[in-house]
């Protein structure tokens, strides 16, 4: 088993958010900006715990893109996005 302070484990933890972006963005582009929001919600979440902000203004970006496309309308934001 490994510690949950060996640098892999804490390699991991930092990264997190960073992959949960990745997520919400995919969830942007196949249509389903509100669990990518919800993905958000809880990057932000971990990010508030751990205090650690690598990838903090990528995740808000990525909400902005998605509240815009829940304004929109799906369809017509995932085409914007994909000009992207």
């Known amino acids: 088993m490994t510690s949950p302070l060996s640098p892999r484990c804490v390699i991991a933890r930092l990264l997190l958010p960073y992959y949960w972006a990745l997520l919400a963005e995919a969830y942007g582009y196949v249509g389903r900006p509100n ?5 958000f919600n809880k ?42």
């Open 35 to 39: 669990d990518g929001l919800q993905v």
């Open 43 to 84: 990057a932000l979440t971990h990010i508030d715990i751990t205090q650690e902000r690598f990838s903090e203004a990528e995740l808000w970006r990525l909400k902005g893109e998605l509240l815009l496309q829940v304004e929109r309308g799906v369809g017509e934001s995932t085409l914007s996005m994909s000009k992207l």
